[in-house]
């Protein structure tokens, strides 16, 4: 689905953002990309929709390389919600802010209607419909950003650090309707510092650092590993501390959510109980 | 003694058609570390907006009730009098920053306070290394990544050394051992210097060990105000779906199925201490 093939970027201030990256993300994978401020993370994920484009190296999507086609033809395709909502973010109501975008791509007026409310619910913006974007919370903005992007259902949604200004419903709101998105076949890429996020999700994880990616691999694996979370400035999940803290029981380490968790304690109890 | 005080605060934004807070009532005393929590929306930003006398000397719209911050009644002092007293690290970075480079950034609400230059040089030096951006002094604040901006903004504040801090999720741009260390030093002064610490924040799991107050608002107005353990450990906490501690939870969980462990963990130390008590006992 999108494919990076030993990428260079560098601004023009000279800040070499990307060094030789190469990854791929196949179709219907659910991928978190994590690591220290600075790493690269946005600089990497604005090249997935030809935002920016290499200055060395391609990027591929459905085949395509991103020079050879505009932002706007690869917007329908690749759906990118910025860091910032406030990059984002320019219409007089919360109901034309999400309603712009579909008529852009030609939708038909009813279901620009249906679409917009659905995703107003979806994002808990309803009771905002005629409010001005800039008269939003913080978390509501970022919350806006989504609804106006996940609107319009594209194949492939890239999300810079979708859980920022969440509270813990909204989160976990959106986590469902991630992972279920991921279930439906869609594409899902989430830039994130929020390891108790990823920990719930369990997608596949690329570590960055320094403008380089310094590892890969599914959720369990990379976050148990002490050497790269360190190095991704990452601190572990709350469970894997505590497992940790209590190896000398003879319990397992490579504990990431709170269910496994509780079933591995409740196990272990019973099994001391029965002698 | 009580350093913000606040009676029956109501304030409406310009052309809001409802309070944005409502009849918020509180006293924190001089060196509480507080958290203040509650759904997207509730009103927090608002809340810390008043206490830097920004709302209502910068954001008009109509304020009613009472507060005073460091014996400051902020309804009639201006703004740059709040400043002195007062430090805000806003939500969203970039609407803090405007120099044209980092390190002036930083020396800027120095310069106000009329320090003297090497004071000024001393504390950017410290603020930039506290923040992990001397390496960034130079650089132009719009031409950084998220969470370098935001580091920016953090040290802000850190280098004013102001007798409040208000941080309105302060780390939510930061990577976890940023945000870790962020809180260790805001910490440190808290302890070290009496600062009065306001921290807005979702991830409990992070800050929850340096509090000693939480404060909880929901629907535009205050609904908890106790210490940690006894919040997180309520029923309404829960049910107004504040994110507890993961630590948390799995004591909760672990109490469904009748395990029983004593007073309720706020960090993974904390549950680990507990664990190990009933893993031991079990044993023998
Ligand atoms: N507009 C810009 N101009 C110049 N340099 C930039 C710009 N944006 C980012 N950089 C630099 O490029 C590097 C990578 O930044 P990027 O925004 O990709 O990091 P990131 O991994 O997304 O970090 P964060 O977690 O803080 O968002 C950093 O060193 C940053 O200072
Ligand atoms: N500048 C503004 N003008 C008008 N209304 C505003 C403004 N800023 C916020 N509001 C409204 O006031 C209410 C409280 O917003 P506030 O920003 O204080 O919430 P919050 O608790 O900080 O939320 P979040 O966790 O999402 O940042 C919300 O309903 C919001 O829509
Ligand atoms: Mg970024
Ligand atoms: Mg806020």
Redesign the pocket.
Known sequence: MIEVKGVCFA?P?G?E?LKEVSLEIRDGDFVAIM?S???????LVKHFNGLLKPASGEVFVDGVSTRSVSTASLAREVGFVF?NPDHQLFCETVEEEVAYALKNFGFEEGIVKSRVTWALNLLGLTQYRQTSPFMLSGGERKRLALASVLAWDPQVVVLDEPTIGQDYEQKEKLRQFIVQLNAQGKTVVVVT?DVEFVADCGPRIVL?AEGKIVADGDAKEILTNKELTFKASIVPPQMTQIFVGLADFGLPTDVINVHEARRILLGFLKEEEKP | MPIIEAKNLTYTYPGGTEPAIKNVSLTIEKGDFVILTGPSGCGKTTLCRCFNGLIPHFYAGRLEGELSVARLNVIERPIYEMARHVGLVFQNPENQLFALSVEKDVAFGLENLGLPRDQIRERVDWALQMTGIEELRERAPH??????QQRVAIACVLAMQPEVMVLDEPTS?L?PLGAQKIFEVVSELNRKLGVTVILVEHRLDLASKHANHVIIMNERTIVLDDEPQEVFDSESARLIGVGIPKATKLWVMLRQNGVRLGRAPVNPEEAVQLLRGVLQRDRS
Request: net charge negative.
């Open positions: 601004y201030t800040v953002a690591g401020n600075g790493a690269g993370k946005t600089t860091q510092h960055m | 031409e950084l990544s998220g969470g370098q741009f990577d």
